[in-house]
């Protein structure tokens, strides 16, 4: 079959805040390249992310890099790369005063700076007390953030293919990456994106679980695609579960909220968090949250005829503030939850958000893997960044407002990365294998022919649940095992879904079951590497580790301070070093502790 | 619904089309069991899932911030995840919103109507020279900033563009939310654009002086922009221009 070749000098796949931060670089530095999106890039899901992005501007209160570097070592329960950590609160200033240059409209403080506010497990003096570190406009920072790149990237003649999906990444046989086969959702035909760099920032897949805060097309292409080719994925059994999801709807309340004052509640509208948090209360890193709410919840303190949620209470705060700070949280409080939280608290349980794991990269943003004995040597041609990077800078836990950090630092340091390898002629035109498209035109003939299938929505709702109760907030030894065997049969029935529309022009049902392979790999991934971790870090809490000296929290440095690989052939496990030593000689690592807040 | 008991039934009467496909559009009726809370994203949802798969909306973020769902609800430009379906009739019209290029059912491009009106407008910051990055921001008052932010509100949703009497005549009008943009990057001191660039770019019938103040635009915002105001403001500012 013959299938239409574009020739790019780089593919970008997704088109969200790292896709078009890291195309920014590739468009002002003039080289010919393709940003693929399924949607329209301003309606990406960065888009929704509300209580800002972290930058030690100290505009507010006192503030440095190494307080907000110790305090991204901490959130991530020591599993972080202390080299891509202390590269990325550096460049912290840099890339949020950048996008004020570029029209950014930041909230301000009363001379004139760019206004910050509290957010969870960030503080002052390596853990002492709270400090204002997140940048922020208003409760909409993502969408002011998103719409600021997509301008700067339409002055600079960025060529978006909207409504395209990325399906399979083309490797040959050295293994090195030459592009992607792609969908147009218009046509149903199948493309080849030929190019020298391909840079993967297709965001998460927090649709792996029942409930979550993320949006329908947050599948995890990217992250599904390089498992597919054969790129192991990094640390995926730790997920974040927000602390304040509206209770029942799974919407996000920001942190920001209880950066403004807000305080969450039990039934008996005891301010609960003084008990597990005695420093940051309620500011506490968000694992930390959602357990002691989950906690409260189980032992009965939960709130409601279920007794299912707990309250998250705002009534306190002055009416001005909450119309000039938290506009959109109350909108949505007001719609999802029935409450104007002027006047009632607003219902909340902790949800589905964040993929600390992903692709692993480097803080240059090349892919590495494990080759000759060496673990991190970089594929070439090949690139992520964003969520579905793992760099890797959350490790075991994110801080809020850490993502939006994210991704501006490592798509600009993947963009700086592809620029740089092509000015210097390191970056060629591969050619491509004969076989470059089979594996995508087979996936299509499948969904064409397949008879006697199982439905999409069936196995989709079959992959969540699992996800939800074997692989949540707390995670138990015998559930995991019982997981593992039940995603395991998930996966098996994917590989028969059947649509009823065989309709080539934008068929949705056809999207989503190809979405749902990458998802498969995604929750396969995260419950296979849950079971095998056999004790508790950051969000990643097992019944069976226990808390003692040795293994302070049930975490246990000496066997497992190391970061996962999970190859999806075979469904292997690797693991390799996490890396302890900074950059420069400016930091000192910071050493291993038992974490509290 | 506040009162407990028999969920109503809800008939959601869609105008289905498929341009290309040489049939006439037609009205579709499906039965949906109304739930607590339900929005219309959740409601069309359901249909596609249990009803017909077929069926084309567009939906991303369904908390009323990504812009992708407007349609005409009940004849009124709106956006489906911000409708509950308790506000509404046991029937419910939908249908797609004009103007823009017709994809399926109730699923238009918008997107490529904002970009078009992006690059027309050139909605970004214009600056003869960039700023050192080693420089900290330029500072600006807590009052302009908001002034700033609430107009960059905008979620390009184009739900104005639906409601706005001038575009069903004339298709080069820039709309409100072009005009609004316009009015964004006048207020912001980081543009060194003068009135004498927005004039060039609005200083005519397809832009502020197309404008007939039937306000449907102001009127349909779901994010409550202050559309009325801020066209009257650049009409007034740009005939300064004009007269000059």
Redesign the interface.
Known sequence: MKVAKRTFDAVIVGAGGAGLRAALQLSEAGLKTAVLTKVFPTRSHTVAAQGGVAASLGNSTEDNWHWHMYDTVKGSDWLGDQDAIEFMVKKANEVVVELEHYGMPFDRTDNGKIYQRPFGGHSQNYGQTPVSRSCAAADRTGHAMLHALYQRNVRANTQFFVEWMAMDLIRNADGDVLGVTAMEMETGEVSIFHAKATIFATGGAGRIYYSSTNAFINTGDGVGMAARAGIPLEDMEFWQFHPTGVAGAGVLITEGVRGEGGILRNAAGERFMERYAPNLKDLASRDIVSRSMVTEINEGRGCGTEKDHVLLDITHLSPETIMKRLPGIREIAIQFAGVDPIKAPIPVVPTCHYQMGGIPTNYKGQVIVPKDGNPNVPVAGFYAAGECACASVHGANRLGTNSLLDLLVFGKSAGETVVADFQSGQLTLKPLPDDAADVSLARIARLETQTNGVEVNDVRLDMQRVMQKHAGVFRFADMLKEGVTKILEVAERAKHTQIKDKSKVWNTARTEALELDNLIEVAKATMISAEARKESRGAHVRDDAIDCAETPNGRDDKNWLKHTLWYSEGNRLDYKPVNLQPMSADVEPIALAKRTY | MSAPGKPRSLTLRILRS?P?AHVEPQWQDFAVEEAE?M?LFIALNEI??NLD??L?F???????????CGMLIDGRPGLAC?T?TKDHGATITLAPLPVFEL??DL?VN???W??GT??RL????H?QQ??A??????????E???A??EL??C??CGCCVAGCGTLRMREDFVGAVGLNKIAR?RL?P??ERSDEDFYNLIGDDTGVFGCMSLLGCHDVCPKGLPLQTQIAFLRRKMAVVGFK
């Open positions: 498929a290309g809370g929005t596609r899932q798969p077929s084309q567009d939906f991303v973020c369904r908390a009323g911030i990504c812009g992708s911000r509950l994809i399926g699923s918008t997107g490529k904002m970009r992006a690059e050139e909605t970004w910051i600056r960039a700023p990055l080693t420089a900290v921001e330029a500072p600006m008052e807590p302009l900033a908001e700033i932010y960059d509100r979620i390009e990057f912001d980081r543009d």
